[in-house]
């Protein structure tokens, strides 16, 4: 079955660049999400990007696209303590029309 | 406003017991999904349902159920023959048509076994 998945944590300092890594499996994926979760919420969405795409860049968000490694990133600049959260990564299951969803990466801010 | 909600925030049961969980959207969508989320895992999904009056299992469908009466609405059940069911539960929304599956999230409930 499909498969996507990420690093669990991150830290960095107010005002440095974050960037969450992702891989996934499934070959024939169309879009691919980025998902914000704070703590006892729904998630977020921040920003998907077409398969077709390379990069896109929505503000302080860029997401890059690697479809031969099979490799989204996402890159938060200038990161703020507001940014603390955990960040899902997915895909879609064309089959299903569902999502797929990796395990998340928490993204720790340190003032 | 639209969006999503769910009911309860928080739900307790005791062993044994069914209980139901409440899904409504008012995005005219007409796909609507259901989730488990465990600490340090993703969303596992438990079903889903692309239509009125028609859904599907998911990855973790034993020990649910659900129903689809209505476009808006997207009811679960955890049934006691849910093993392990203390989780967060959240519920999520499409537009069915075409590639792009962007998800509309609900704000979750968590489920306590007591």
């Known amino acids: 079955g499909e498969d996507v998945e990420q690093s669990l944590f991150l830290s960095v300092r107010e005002g440095d660049s974050s960037v969450i890594n992702c891989t996934y499996t499934d070959s024939s994926s169309t879009y691919l999400y980025w998902y914000k979760q704070e703590p006892g919420a729904g998630l977020q969405l921040l920003t998907y990007?077409?398969?077709?795409?390379d990069m896109k860049q929505d503000q302080r968000l860029t997401v890059l696209l690697n479809k031969k490694d099979k490799h989204l990133s996402l890159r938060i600049a200038d990161t703020q303590t507001g940014d603390s959260a955990i960040y899902f990564c997915?895909?879609?299951?064309?089959?299903?029309?569902?999502?797929?969803f990796g395990s998340g990466t928490r993204l720790q801010v340190q003032p | 406003d639209g969006g999503i909600t769910q009911s309860p925030k928080y739900l307790f049961r005791k062993e044994g017991q069914n209980v139901t969980l409440s899904c409504e959207q008012n995005?005219?969508?007409?796909?609507m999904y259901w989730y488990r989320q465990d600490p340090g895992q993703g969303l596992r999904l438990i079903y889903y349902?692309?239509?009125?009056?028609?859904?599907q299992k998911g990855d973790i469908a034993e020990g649910y159920s659900v129903s689809r009466e209505k476009k808006e609405s997207f009811p679960l059940t955890v049934t006691s023959a849910q093993k392990n069911p203390t989780a967060f539960y959240l519920c999520?929304?499409?537009?069915?048509?075409?590639?792009?599956?962007?998800?509309?999230f609900g704000p979750g409930t968590r489920l306590t076994v007591l």
């Open positions: 990007i077409f398969s077709n795409m």
């Open positions: 999520a929304s499409s537009i069915a048509a075409g590639t792009q599956n962007e998800q509309f």
């Open positions: 349902s692309q239509i009125v009056n028609d859904f």
């Open positions: 995005l005219n969508h007409d796909a």
């Open positions: 997915a895909d879609t299951d064309t089959g299903r029309r569902a999502l797929t």
